[in-house]
């Protein structure tokens, strides 16, 4: 493919993913939108006064049309301005800083533990295959995959925070932490986001890797008496490499969404208990903000792994 195809086919993969944005920003704005009774007597209870209800709606805007307010919100949110919190005046994104690099770095570090692990035993089970290796490795990680988070996380803190006592019940990390303390501060919400990516990536994985190994190349190593070990390693990962990457790129997609339950479960300083908590407490801007940059992130992942499947894949730039 000419450059000038790859670079209108990468542009229309932009356009898209600025157009899946734009309708991710629609249903941020219309889900609190539609949240039931009035955002202004929420904020300020039963008791509050007429008056200040009222302020609250004048503040917010509930009087105009809900089109217009949206438009309003969305061009302060592209030129930075994520609003003020209802409930202690300050600017969202000063509220939300801290708690966004806290998500980040628990997801960064599970990152590193679940994406070597379950790609190397994505190849192990694919070089056994059919063997008690693979079907081990497959039915271990059928458990995890059935497995809900919140469960999951349960029952490790339950194991090695109350029974054992190796980590912290509360994952709670500050600034004059050291690094390893952090690290065990954060070990058991890494370890359940980990072994759940790890099952679905996994899996994803071997069947990348096998459906490689049924190509006409392969066949010809196996008749030349190629080891298993290095048809797998030589032949078959290099090809499976395109899957592969966008399989990484999805994994770090899920970790980031998948940390709003993971932090609820272990009281942990991140974006996500930012939103549950703004969520029971109707303090609409933070909610919004939240949304729209787990959103954001997501939808940039996955824009990501798409380029990066048309770059390393040559069958993705032909149009069928």
């Not at 307010?69 to 302060?76: C, E, G, K, Q």
Request: charged fraction near 15%.
């Amino acid at each position: 493919m000419a450059r000038g195809s790859l670079a209108r086919l990468i542009l229309s993969r932009l356009l898209s993913g600025v157009v899946t944005l734009f309708i991710v920003s629609v249903l941020v704005f219309a889900g609190t939108e539609i949240l039931p009774g009035d955002v202004a007597q929420a904020v300020l209870g039963q008791q509050a006064t007429p008056e200040a209800v009222q302020a609250i709606r004048d503040q917010l805007g509930l009087d105009r049309p809900a089109a217009l307010r949206y438009l309003d919100w969305l061009w302060s949110f592209m030129h930075g301005d994520l609003g003020r919190s209802l409930l202690s005046g300050r600017e969202v994104s000063e509220l939300i800083g801290r708690q966004l690099g806290n998500s980040l770095f628990l997801a960064a570090v599970s990152a590193v533990i679940a994406i070597p692990l379950s790609v190397g035993l994505g190849l192990l089970a694919a070089l056994y295959e059919d063997r008690p290796a693979d079907k081990g490795i497959t039915a271990s990680t059928l458990v995890f995959v059935s497995m809900p988070d919140f469960l999951l996380g349960y029952l490790l803190l339950l194991l090695f925070a109350v029974k054992l006592g190796w980590f912290p019940a509360l994952s709670r990390i500050s600034t004059s932490m050291s690094l390893l303390e952090q690290l065990r501060a954060v070990a058991l919400p890494c370890l359940t986001l980990a072994l759940v990516v790890s099952a679905h990536t996994m899996r994803l994985t071997r069947a990348a890797v096998l459906s490689v190994m049924s190509q006409a190349y392969i066949e010809m190593a196996e008749l030349k008496g190629a080891s298993r070990a290095r048809i797998v390693l030589r032949h078959a990962l290099p090809n499976a490499l395109s899957p592969i990457l966008n399989i990484v790129m999805l994994t770090l997609a899920y970790l980031i969404v998948g940390v709003v339950v993971v932090e609820a479960v272990f009281n942990y300083s991140g974006l996500g208990r930012t939103m549950i908590d703004a969520v029971s407490k109707r303090d609409m801007p933070l909610v919004q903000a939240c949304g729209l940059i787990f959103a954001s992130v997501y939808v940039l992942l996955n824009l990501t792994a798409d380029i990066l499947s048309i770059l390393t894949n040559p069958r993705r730039r032909r149009p069928k």
